[in-house]
Structure formats: C-alpha cells, structure tokens
C-alpha cells in the first residue's frame, strides 16, 4: 500500500477535480460523460469506506486497441491502493482485497474462462456494500 504524505497547504477538491479531468482529457479518448465519471471515481477511493456501497466500473469497448488498458492506467496513477491486474484469478482477488483493500482495477476480464468470470464477478458482486463479504 502506497503510503500519501500530506500536502503542506490545502487544497479545494474543485482543483483537484480539474487537474483530473484536464489530465484525462489529454490521455484517455472517451465521452465527457465518461471522463467525469472517472475524474469523480479517484476521490471515491480514498474515502469509499465512509459510505454504506461503492460503485464498480466496467470498461468496455466492441473492439480491442480502443483504450481500455491505457484507460485502466491511468486509474492506477491517480486510485487509492491501486491493484493493477490482468488475468487474475478468484482466489488471488479474495487473498488481495482482504489482505489489502486495494482498488482493484483488472484488466482483460472477458479473456478470463467463463466459469473464473463468474467466481470474480461473485466476489465483485458481494464486495462493493459495507459489512457484506465472501465465506472461503
């Protein structure tokens, strides 16, 4: 886990947000609507457990070379605790998010066999509201 020092002056999260979305804007090419979801996810990640349910995004695209991973990237540059993988596997996912509340950013899901898509979707499913967990 990536320890954050504190900036020695305060910062409004209007410029944080605008960094974000400028940063995003030149990097990622995707619908506005898109781009200030992600700007807006970052900060969730930092404070997720102060709400009862966090959101999961799922990025997709009909074709490959559209961006996904260098979407995915950029998550884990700016995403509390990021965990960048691709091809994980359930049990790998269930070991990390106990051990590590990580921000889990997974890439090449729909490569994965269909019955692993399952098991992490549970597990994803299951995770993303306070106080709800997997038994293993």
């Known amino acids: 886990m990536k320890q954050l020092e504190p900036l020695p002056e305060e910062v409004s999260l209007g410029d944080i947000l605008n960094e974000l979305f400028a940063c995003n804007r030149r990097h990622i090419h995707q619908r506005e ?11 969730l990640t930092y404070v997720y457990d102060a709400f009862e349910f966090c959101g999961i995004i799922s990025i997709t695209s009909p074709v490959s ?6 979407n995915l990237d950029w998550f884990a540059k700016y995403c509390n605790n990021p965990c960048l993988s691709g091809n994980i596997t359930a049990s790998s996912l269930f070991r990390i998010a106990d051990a590590e509340k990580p ?7 729909d490569s994965i066999n ?9 597990l994803l499913n299951n995770g993303y509201q306070k106080g709800r967990g997997i038994m293993r």
């Not at 921000?103 to 899901?109: A, G, P, S, W």
């Not at 269909?114 to 549970?122: G, L, P, V, W, Y």
Request: hydrophobic fraction near 30%.
């Open 33 to 43: 609507e898109y781009r200030f979801l992600d700007c807006m996810y970052v900060p």
């Open 114 to 122: 269909d019955e692993m898509r399952r098991e992490i979707s549970n």
């Open 103 to 109: 921000t889990m950013l997974i890439d090449e899901f």
């Open 65 to 70: 070379g559209c961006g996904k991973t260098t």
